[in-house]
């Protein structure tokens, strides 16, 4: 087995969208995307309660790739134009392929609104190739028990295998590319070796903790939290300093152009204004103000 050489090491930044302030490791001034992902936001920790709800995001379209979320803590209401309403609850995992388009809606749910809590998650963009941009959309929400998990031998460390397989452990969600995601719980001292698919392109991002990496890279929050890989190997290693909280990713790249507006991510500027054009027209749906 080799490990992985490190290719970038990336800071997870706060950037400011709209009244939201949010981490965005993908992409940055030094990383464009990383194919096929195209968007990390990490939003959260928020105290939410009835006096400060800023993370209500009404009905918005997408088209031309797959929005992800990865529910950390708290609560939130899915509602899309296929007719899908669901809670989605900590540990859970909403995968959304947006295809030729859909609209949805999220924010917290009134319930966790009126008792107040804390709401963290990630959401990832998954491009799409051009020859399934324009797929009939989907929607798959897995909850946190349903998962299958793989343990080190010390049980230190816990991986919820989200999408694709591990050690023999497969994924539930139905994926439209090649693709792993992992979500990985550490303790103190936890160690373990992670295989890697030499075909995909990895990342491994830190939400929490203090991680070394092929004993040889520290991943610190507030100071360095992403790592993307070099396809040169087949594993990498974990040991967490302090209890720690990563995600892993990995895809076949595309080696596509990727032309981005907004909620559209298509291969050209013409793509791109046909979705604009067909979201005027109500040609992806409709869904009403809750």
Same mark, same amino acid.
């Given at each position: ?7 970038? !090491? +990336? ?28 968007? $990390? ?9 009835? =006096? ?10 997408? =088209? ?10 708290? /609560? &939130? ?11 989605? *609850? ?8 947006? +295809? =030729? ?5 999220? =924010?917290?749910? %009134? ?29 798959? @929400?897995?909850?946190?028990? /349903? ?12 991986? &919820? ?30 160690? @373990? ?10 990342? #491994? ?13 520290? #991943?610190?929050?507030?100071?360095? &939290? #992403? ?17 720690? *909280?990563?995600?892993? $990713?990995?895809?076949?790249?595309? @080696?596509? *152009? ?12 013409? /793509? !791109?204004? /046909? ?6 027209? +109500? %040609? ?7």
């Amino acid at each position: 087995m080799k490990q992985n050489t490190i290719k970038t !090491i +990336g800071r997870s930044d706060f950037v400011n969208m709209g009244p939201i302030k949010l981490r965005q490791p993908i992409p940055t001034q030094h990383i464009d995307m990383i194919d096929p992902f195209v968007l $990390l936001h990490h939003y959260g920790p928020y105290a939410i309660d009835e =006096r400060n709800n800023p993370f209500d995001l009404g009905p918005h379209p997408h =088209r031309g790739f797959e929005p992800i979320t990865f529910l950390v803590q708290g /609560e &939130q209401l899915h509602r899309d134009s296929l007719g899908h309403e669901s809670v989605v *609850k900590a540990g859970d995992v909403q995968w959304t392929t947006a +295809g =030729r388009g859909i609209i949805h809606a999220e =924010r917290p749910t %009134k319930t966790f609104v009126e008792k107040g809590g804390t709401l963290e998650g990630i959401q990832l963009w998954l491009n799409l190739p051009a020859e399934k941009k324009m797929i009939q959309p989907n929607y798959q @929400h897995v909850k946190k028990d /349903e998962f299958n998990l793989v343990f080190s031998e010390d049980k230190k460390v816990s991986i &919820q295998v989200i999408a694709g397989s591990l050690e023999g452990k497969n994924g539930k969600i139905a994926t439209q590319t090649p693709v792993n995601v992992y979500m990985i719980d550490v303790e103190a001292g936890g160690k @373990h070796h992670i295989k890697i698919d030499n075909e995909h392109q990895p990342v #491994l991002y830190l939400l929490s903790g203090n991680v070394k990496v092929n004993n040889e890279v520290d #991943l610190i929050q507030n100071k360095n &939290q #992403l790592i993307e890989f070099n396809q040169d190997g087949n594993q990498f290693s974990i040991e967490a300093k302090a209890e720690s *909280k990563l995600l892993f $990713l990995s895809g076949k790249p595309f @080696h596509e *152009k990727v032309t981005t507006y907004g909620p559209y991510v298509m291969n050209t500027q013409t /793509e !791109i204004m /046909e979705a604009m054009r067909d979201y005027q027209m +109500g %040609k992806m749906g409709f869904l009403p103000n809750s």
